[in-house]
């Protein structure tokens, strides 16, 4: 499956920005798909995940101000950010595995990646 990201930009603390994810080759509707990001100098880092069999886990910074969804019909994924913080900065990446029976977190857990969009959240 080929991911392309988009939606990135600069933004206001508090402020808000949609990332999608357009897919390509494979249906979203038998695949995990998640997203990462990447702060300068950091390690990529694990967001969210919409695990076909359990549903969305998200990292503790983000929950409640995050949301992953999937729209099968337009094999697309999306993560809106709301309440957007300075630390929030980095570049955001999508990901995709065929589905399996557990929660995937891990960066190796992922094969299929988007080529990025940056995200700058301004203090």
């Known amino acids: 499956v080929q991911l392309q990201a988009s939606g990135g930009g600069l933004v206001q603390a508090g402020g808000s920005l949609r990332l999608s994810c357009a897919t390509s080759g494979r249906t979203i509707s038998s695949y995990d798909m998640g997203w990462f990001r990447q702060a300068p100098g950091k390690e990529r880092e694990f967001v969210a995940v919409s695990i076909l069999s359990s549903g969305t886990t998200y990292t503790d910074s983000v929950k409640g101000r995050f949301t992953i969804s999937r729209d099968s019909a337009k094999n697309t994924l999306t993560l809106q950010m709301n309440s957007l913080k300075p630390e929030d900065t980095a570049v955001y990446y999508c990901?995709?595995?065929?589905?399996?029976?557990?929660?995937?977190?891990?960066?190796?857990?992922?094969?299929?990646w988007g080529q990025g969009t940056l995200v700058t959240v301004s203090s």
């Open positions: 990901a995709a595995e065929p589905w399996a029976a557990y929660v995937r977190k891990s960066r190796a857990d992922f094969h299929s």
